[in-house]
């Protein structure tokens, strides 16, 4: 059964990350980021979620919010309109060791 954890509404980028990072804790593993056309909602593997209102794909500040939570998504068609209710993306993606430097 889904339980929502917390409810915030934001239009502005900083404001909304501050919240994922405080309360994406009192949510277990993460599993799984949904991002609708006006708002985000992040998905622990209980399928207990929070939900962020304002702030959807259409909007630029959604890049670092699934970013923020290691989303795997594509930068460059996340923005663009799509026929299902919402997009859904694992979380949890890992960096190769190293992948930030140039050999």
């Given at each position: 059964m889904s339980t929502l954890i917390a409810v915030a509404e934001f239009t502005d980028l900083d404001s909304a990350q501050q919240f994922v990072k405080r309360t994406r804790w009192e949510l277990r593993e993460l599993w799984r980021v949904?991002?609708?056309p006006?708002?985000?909602?992040?998905?622990?593997?209980?399928?207990?979620?929070?939900?962020?209102?304002?702030?959807?794909?259409?909007d630029p500040?959604?890049?670092p919010l699934?970013?923020?939570?290691?989303?795997?998504?594509?930068?460059?068609?996340?923005?663009?309109p799509t026929v299902s209710e919402y997009k859904e993306f694992p979380t949890?993606?890992?960096?190769?060791?190293?992948?930030?430097?140039?050999?």
């Open positions: 949904r991002v609708f006006d708002r985000y909602q992040l998905i622990d593997v209980n399928k207990d979620y929070f939900e962020l209102r304002g702030i959807g794909y259409r500040g959604i890049v699934l970013r923020l939570v290691n989303a795997a998504f594509d930068p460059a068609t996340i923005h663009e949890g993606r890992r960096w190769a060791w190293a992948h930030d430097r140039v050999m």
